[in-house]
């Protein structure tokens, strides 16, 4: 089955304690991003990745990290979370680049940073 | 940079017809997609307009004026289960730009 896999999908932490939020799709797509959902603010774009090697900030990049040493998966990093990093977190791919390309989203995990 | 406007909230009945509108102002612009997402759950892609016109797929339909910077979403035949949160985005070459959403009730 076609599908982008985020892991955790809950997860309660302290302030500090660097975490890594995995994100893996098996459709060999080359674009891949990250996004945060808050209440009222819709998504927003945190980082993105056009293929292996090539990544790039998108709106809200203070505080994370990513890389993409393969073309599945696209880790998100938070050296050193903090409580305004508490949302909801959604990991996306698709085919080639964004134009007419259906965005490929995985199921969600939610970070409370205590 | 960018900004989209779309309604906060909406509410018809089932079986009624609807349009969500979205107006947006950006630098780089390629086409606008609309997604739909239920409570918690993932976004869903419904439709991509590059080019200005109505695209239809089944009950849904977008709309696209580039001279305009609008577009909307038409959702016919109400049902139920269409109560959930549609959301425009810009499409700038290189990213996805979401508007705040627009929360549909569907109310018998």
Redesign the interface.
């Known amino acids: 089955e076609a599908q982008v896999t985020q892991n955790p999908r809950y997860l309660i932490t302290v302030t500090g304690k660097k975490l890594t939020v995995t994100c893996s799709q098996n459709m060999n797509h080359e674009y891949m991003?990250w996004?945060r959902q808050d209440p009222?603010?819709?998504?927003?774009?945190i980082y993105?990745s056009?293929n292996v090697e090539a990544t790039?900030k998108?709106?809200v990049p203070e505080g994370y990290k990513v890389s993409r040493k393969e073309k599945r998966n696209f880790p998100l990093i938070l050296e050193s979370p903090s409580p305004n990093q508490t949302s909801?977190y959604?990991c996306a791919s698709s085919s080639e680049?964004?134009?007419?390309q259906?965005?490929?989203?995985?199921?969600?995990t939610r970070l409370s940073i205590l | 940079g960018q900004s989209l406007e779309q309604p906060s909230e909406v509410t018809a009945v089932e079986g009624a017809i609807v349009q969500i509108n979205c107006t947006y102002q950006t630098s780089g612009f390629?086409?606008l997609?609309w997604?739909q997402q239920h409570d918690?759950?993932?976004?869903?892609?419904l439709s991509?307009n590059?080019l200005d016109g109505l695209e239809e797929t089944g009950r849904f339909s977008s709309f696209l004026s580039r001279s305009d910077s609008y577009g909307y979403l038409l959702l016919q035949e109400l049902q139920m289960k269409d109560s959930a949160s549609y959301?425009c985005?810009v499409?700038?070459?290189?990213?996805?730009?979401?508007?705040?959403?627009t929360s549909l009730l569907v109310t018998p």
Not at chain 2, 40 to 45: C, E, I, K, R, V
């Open positions: 991003s996004y009222g603010l819709g998504l927003r774009q993105y056009m790039d998108g709106d909801l959604f680049g964004i134009s007419n259906p965005q490929h989203f995985g199921d969600g | 390629y086409g997609s997604y918690g759950g993932a976004p869903t892609f991509y590059g959301f985005a499409d700038s070459g290189y990213a996805l730009n979401f508007g705040k959403g």
